[in-house]
């Protein structure tokens, strides 16, 4: 069982709304991941994490940013939510660079 | 960044019938293959991965097989049962820091 977590599950949130996605995990993962995915479809890198401190935007362009205070801690704020941004938006995590992907179960995100 | 391409993009077979799904990479330096396998209201993961000094490698009903010289390797699901409906995606890793994968193979056995 993956000890990363992802909260909430599901959001509907007005337009114009600032909101925070929360990923923590506990399992003290340097290298930490945000993923947009439409349902069935390819997952998209928006932001990634070496460490504390460290972020890096993904090849996905996005309007989210994100932060790196804590290790187990990697948030992802959207400063004003859109119809665009209404997806799925997966955090996950590695050990190092080549070893397995730990995934939270993902948010659910819908702007109306 | 690291080029991934998976194929086919959907599958269909009948249960009991074998299903492959090849992934092509571009980064000579990757080492590390995994798959993950994405149920309906899920994150993605891991099934079975591979290291580059290893050809093959079978956990039951899976197998992982890589060609380092052309560059790509393949996951084999033998005696599919519905249970293995979903969508697939490999993440070949290697030089590059960030973790890249590929496009995604939706699988439906049809029992």
């Known amino acids: 069982e993956a000890d990363i977590y992802q909260t909430p599950r599901y959001l509907v949130i007005g337009t114009g709304k600032k909101i925070t996605l929360e990923c923590s995990q506990t399992?003290?993962?340097?290298?930490m991941y945000w993923y947009q995915q439409d349902p069935g479809m390819e997952l998209h890198l928006i932001h990634y994490s070496y460490g504390v401190n460290s972020t890096e935007k993904g090849d996905l362009s996005s309007e989210s940013t994100v932060s790196r205070i804590r290790t187990e801690h990697f948030p992802l704020t959207l400063e004003s939510a859109r119809p665009s941004h209404t997806s799925q938006y997966l955090c996950?995590?590695?050990?190092?660079?080549?070893?397995?992907?730990?995934f939270g179960q993902g948010t659910r995100l819908t702007v109306v | 960044g690291e080029n991934v391409e998976q194929h086919p993009s959907t599958l269909s077979v009948q249960e009991g019938d074998s299903a492959v799904i090849k992934c092509t990479y571009s980064?000579?330096?990757?080492?590390?293959f995994p798959w993950y396998k994405q149920e309906l209201g899920k994150g993605p993961q891991l099934i079975i991965d591979?290291?580059?000094?290893?050809g093959e490698k079978k956990d039951q009903r899976i197998a992982v097989t890589l060609n380092k010289t052309a560059k790509h390797f393949s996951l084999h699901i033998t005696e599919t049962q519905p249970e293995d409906s979903a969508v697939y995606f490999c993440a070949p890793m290697g030089g590059y820091q960030k973790v890249t994968f590929g496009t995604g193979t939706k699988l439906q056995v049809i029992p």
């Open positions: 980064d000579s330096a990757s080492n590390y």
């Open positions: 996950a995590s590695t050990k190092t660079v080549r070893t397995e992907a730990f």
């Open positions: 399992m003290g993962h340097d290298k």
């Open positions: 591979i290291r580059s000094n290893v």
